[in-house]
Structure formats: structure tokens, C-alpha cells
């Protein structure tokens, strides 16, 4: 039977997928009976992250002395019995084990790093009388916002629907659309929704629109 010090060792590769068939099977009969590694799920949860994650930062000087420390360690002659990530080849695999070592403080920058890049949406509510709703959707990896819309009232020929972002308490233009018949309405929006308070659609004057609100919003939602 494994001593748990070697199942902490090779903990990350299974939860990375890169164990042995051997060391799975002993991992296993080992996690079978014993309940002192409650810590395989969090690093399955890391692991699971890493496709998700946005390209890397560059990474501080501490950081990048481990990982190159473990890079380095890589090309000194074998030892008898060379720990797992070796076997397993490669820097990337010592890198990403560096990463997972690195325990709460990899896990919360993970964390952030999807957040950061994961979309955003936030909804809007009519103001009036309008049975309008809509939603805005923000990709921050692409940088592209979509407004989508229902419900939205007719327009006279002569006139467009305009969105406006509105920072500082100043609308800024970001697009004119025509609904579809009936009703719905998708637009890509000019401009980023980052550091605006406050999304608002008004009735302008077609076919582009003007350059500050001509009519109150009937359609609005915070930015928050």
C-alpha cells in the first residue's frame, strides 16, 4: 500500500490525466480506504480550468525562477527514480505541475483569470409603459458586445432605434438598429461596455441617429 506522502506526490498528475496506469491503480486502491486526501477534488477543479484559461501573463520573477529551476532540473542526468512529472516528459508537464503547487494562491489566479475572460451580461427593463427586455452580452476575450432585444414597439419609417453607453452621467452613441418584424432586435455594439455605468436605448431620428439623446430611454439597464 502507497504511504499517503507518495499519493500527495502524485496527486496532480492523476487529477491532470498524466499518471501511470500503474500509479492510477495504486492511487486508487489507496483513495479507496483512506480519507486523508480531500484535496483531489480541488486540484481536479484546477485542472479542469486550464483549457479555460486566458493566454499567460508574464509571470513574476519569483515565478519564473521556479518554473526555469524545474525546467533546468529537466536536463541534469536521470536519478534512479525520477519524480513523476519527468516521466511524464516534457517542461510543460514540470510547468504545469509548478503551477498546481503553488496550491490556494494558483488556484485563486486561475479563478481570476476566467472570471476575467469568461462573458458578462447584464439586463435591461423597460422605464415606461414598454413591454421591451433585452439583455447585453460582453466577450471580453473578443472585446464584442451584443445587445439583444424583444418586445421592442414599431418605428415609423423615419425614425431608428439608438444605443447609448453612458459614462460619467455623458451617453455615448454606440450604435442605431430597426427592430425585426417582429419585435427582436440584435446589435453588436460600438464600443466597450468596461467602465460604462449605464446601457440605454432611445427612439433618434433615422438613419443615423444622433449625436446625444433626442427622447428619453424607454430601455435601460445598469452596468454593475
Request: proline share 12%; net charge negative; charged share 15%.
Amino acid at each position: 500500500m502507497m504511504a499517503c506522502a507518495e499519493v500527495d506526490e502524485l496527486l496532480p498528475g492523476l487529477a491532470l490525466g498524466i499518471a501511470t496506469a500503474a500509479e492510477r491503480r495504486q492511487l486508487e486502491d489507496h483513495l479507496a480506504t483512506c480519507p486523508n486526501h480531500p484535496h483531489l477534488a480541488e486540484l481536479e477543479e484546477v485542472a479542469a480550468m486550464l483549457p479555460l484559461t486566458s493566454p499567460p501573463q508574464p509571470p513574476r520573477d519569483q515565478l519564473k525562477h521556479r518554473l526555469m529551476a524545474r525546467v533546468y532540473a529537466d536536463l541534469e542526468p536521470v536519478v534512479p527514480r525520477a519524480p513523476w512529472w519527468r516521466r511524464a516528459g516534457g517542461w510543460l508537464a514540470a510547468a504545469i505541475l509548478a503551477v498546481v503547487a503553488l496550491g490556494a494562491g494558483a488556484r485563486e489566479w486561475f479563478v481570476s483569470q476566467q472570471l476575467a475572460s469568461a462573458p458578462r451580461s447584464w439586463a435591461l427593463a423597460p422605464t415606461g409603459a414598454s413591454a421591451a427586455q433585452g439583455t447585453l452580452v460582453y466577450l471580453p476575450q473578443q472585446g464584442t458586445a451584443t445587445l439583444a432585444l424583444t418586445q421592442l414597439p414599431p418605428l415609423p419609417s423615419e425614425r431608428v432605434y439608438e444605443v447609448w453607453l453612458i459614462r460619467g452621467g455623458k451617453p455615448e452613441p454606440a450604435g442605431t438598429f430597426k427592430p425585426a418584424p417582429d419585435g427582436s432586435a440584435s446589435v453588436i455594439v460600438k464600443g466597450t461596455p468596461a467602465g460604462a455605468e449605464v446601457v440605454a436605448v432611445t427612439e433618434e431620428p433615422g438613419p443615423d441617429g444622433s449625436p446625444a439623446p433626442t427622447t428619453q430611454p424607454f430601455i435601460a439597464g445598469p452596468l454593475n
